[in-house]
């Protein structure tokens, strides 16, 4: 559950804090996802400090303290008070889950609490007790213990995205290969290429590469080739948002042909441009091309 908050909801600068076990780290790690500076476990006597020199992009800068800081219950709610006289932006989220979760969390993990000097069910209990001043000064509480990890990452870019869609954050990466050298091991989508015609079997074009204009020329001129493209294109326009809605943060698409050096090049400019021009952020790599020389 994720209580509503009142003012401006989305942006930071955030303070995650809460219970051991209940989810910051997920937190942290969704915001590092779409950009933000994240920071984890560190001296209460640097927050502000930290806050001071990352003033320039304060807005993106997430801080994760719980109760490994010393003095975390004590001294933090005046820490914070601080730090929202000079940024009142910062938002403080605090997050918890009901006992019997976290305690089967742990159980499940086998990592000791950060309270080792009793056992698990006390620690919970001690911590949840010695954080009550910390939590009042939440503007946001999120409560896991009916969310899945998935569930919270979705909550947490909503967040964290201001008015854009955090699905609308997912990188795409558009690499072409060379089956000689193997298929990337990173790819989410492979097409092979290999069926089209080969620019390799013209003289003229054998020393050029997919992206030089007489190959580009040549092969728009194949009936095939334009067909193939298009169905491509239109199926990774398809895929690409539904990754986006399961909030991968970055795909990578491989178009593969066994020199990595005509085909696949081509084909992957097309995909790239396509996808740009669905207003689709992508980055365009080939992959082998340090190996053109030797084809």
């Known amino acids: 559950m994720v209580t509503p908050m009142t003012e401006k909801q989305f942006g930071g600068p955030f303070v995650i804090t809460g219970l051991s076990g ?17 920071v984890d476990n560190i001296p209460l006597e ?23 800081a010393r ?7 005046q820490i914070f008070r601080n730090l929202k006289l000079r940024y009142p932006g910062v938002r403080l989220i605090f997050v918890e889950a009901e006992p019997e ?29 010695s954080l009550t001043a910390v939590r009042e000064l939440a503007d946001l509480i999120v409560n896991t213990t009916h969310l899945s990890p998935h569930d919270l990452r979705r909550q947490v870019l909503t967040l964290g995205s201001g008015d ?57 001129g194949q009936e095939e080739v334009e067909e193939a493209v298009r169905r491509i294109v239109d199926l990774a326009l398809f895929l690409v948002p539904r990754y986006g809605a399961e909030l991968k943060s970055h795909i990578t698409i491989a178009v593969g042909c066994t020199g990595g050096r005509h085909r696949s090049v081509y084909v992957a400019e097309r995909v790239a441009e ?18 053109w020389r030797y084809s």
């Open 71 to 77: 003095g975390m219950a004590e001294r933090f709610p």
């Open 164 to 220: 854009a869609d955090p699905a609308e954050a997912l990188v795409v990466e558009v690499e072409s290969f060379s089956y000689l050298q193997g298929v990337p091991s990173t790819a989410s989508l492979v097409f092979d290429v290999r069926f089209l015609p080969n620019p390799y079997f013209k003289q003229e074009l054998r020393g050029l590469a997919g992206d030089d204009q007489p190959v580009k020329d040549w092969l728009n």
């Open 101 to 129: 979760v976290l305690l089967r969390r742990y159980s499940v993990a086998r990592r000791p609490h950060p309270m080792r000097d009793r056992g698990i069910e006390d620690s919970i209990v001690a911590e949840r007790n």
């Open 22 to 38: 209940a989810g910051k780290t997920v937190l942290s790690r969704s915001l590092e996802d779409i950009g933000y500076l994240c």
């Open 274 to 291: 396509a996808l740009r021009a669905h207003g689709r952020e992508s980055v365009l790599r080939h992959r082998d091309k340090e190996q």
């Open 46 to 68: 640097l927050v502000e400090l930290l806050f001071e020199t990352t003033d320039k992009d304060i807005e993106r800068l997430a801080v994760v303290l719980d109760v490994r």
